[in-house]
């Protein structure tokens, strides 16, 4: 079945730039309306005025995640003004490039709140109104690191396997609610994040945000009797399997 995304509500967390806001910018020229969130409200006013010709709603919501009561007043304020919800992307993430031992607990702790914390807590007050959707979907926007280890990104692949368990679990949680969760797991990709993880990668072989986009937009319309439950994105410059 391909899904009709007119008049849809999709929540995004980290819009502002990279790839979140690749994913509404594409999200939007498909009808979706957006409820776009990160701590820069410029970049999230940019961000709708480029949305504009699409005839959609935005809504933004900025707030930074790393506060825990920032999640249930995105919430409020998409239900407050859309009265519904049917897509939630956590996409917002931060990374740290540093070996273990000069990691400090502030550093950590940040990581966590706004890697694994967020979408936990964004996932929690968002089910209720995902369960009155006839598409609910849940993404998450892990990394490679979500289930291997590089070396100097400690903190940050502490928080992206964090991500996938609690992704894993919460699948089968709501499985009987009919809430679709998917996890996308990239490599190096062309944002602002890469050069501060993998400054060793030729610019060249990085993914585009928007080839992350077009994965999303997939599985949010394909939503027949295949169903994929994770999706793992190397460069075309990295060998496969690796
Ligand atoms: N780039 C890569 O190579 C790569 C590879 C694998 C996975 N990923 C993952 O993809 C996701 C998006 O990353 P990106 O590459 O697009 O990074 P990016 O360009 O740095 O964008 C990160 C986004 O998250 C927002 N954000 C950061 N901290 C936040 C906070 N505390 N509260 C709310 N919003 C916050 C940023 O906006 P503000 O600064 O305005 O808050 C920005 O919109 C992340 O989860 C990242 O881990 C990236």
């Not at 849809?8 to 730039?17: D, F, K, P, Y």
């Not at 309306?33 to 933004?60: F, H, M, P, Q, W």
């Not at 396997?161 to 709501?174: I, N, R, S, W």
């Amino acid at each position: 079945m391909k899904v009709n995304l007119i008049g849809r509500v999709a929540l995004i967390t980290g819009a502002s730039r990279g790839i979140g806001r690749a994913i509404a910018l594409l999200l939007g020229q498909n009808g979706v309306n957006l409820v776009v969130n990160a701590r820069t409200e410029e970049s999230l006013s940019v961000l709708k005025e480029d949305l504009n010709s699409y005839g959609i709603d935005v809504l933004i919501c900025p707030g930074d995640l790393q506060d825990p009561i920032t999640p249930s007043i995105i919430v409020k304020k998409t239900i407050n003004h859309f009265g519904r919800l049917d897509i939630l992307i956590n996409n917002a993430g931060i990374a740290l490039a540093k070996p273990l031992t000069e990691t400090t607990v502030e550093e950590w702790d940040t990581m966590m709140a706004v890697n694994a914390r967020a979408p936990f807590l964004l996932t929690k007050e968002a089910i209720p109104y995902l369960k009155r959707s006839d598409i609910a979907t849940i993404i998450n926007i892990s990394s490679v690191v979500g289930t291997k280890g590089y070396i100097n990104q400690g903190a940050y692949t502490a928080s992206k396997h964090a991500l996938m368990g609690f992704t894993k679990v919460l699948a089968q949680e709501v499985f009987q609610d009919g809430i679709r969760v998917h996890v996308i797991s990239p490599g190096g990709v062309a944002t602002s994040m890469v050069a501060l993880t993998r400054p060793d990668i030729d610019p060249e072989t990085l993914i585009s945000p928007e080839e992350i986009a077009e994965i999303v937009l997939f599985l949010i319309t394909h939503r027949g009797n295949a169903v994929i439950d994770e999706v793992n994105i190397r460069r075309s410059a990295t060998p496969p399997w690796r």
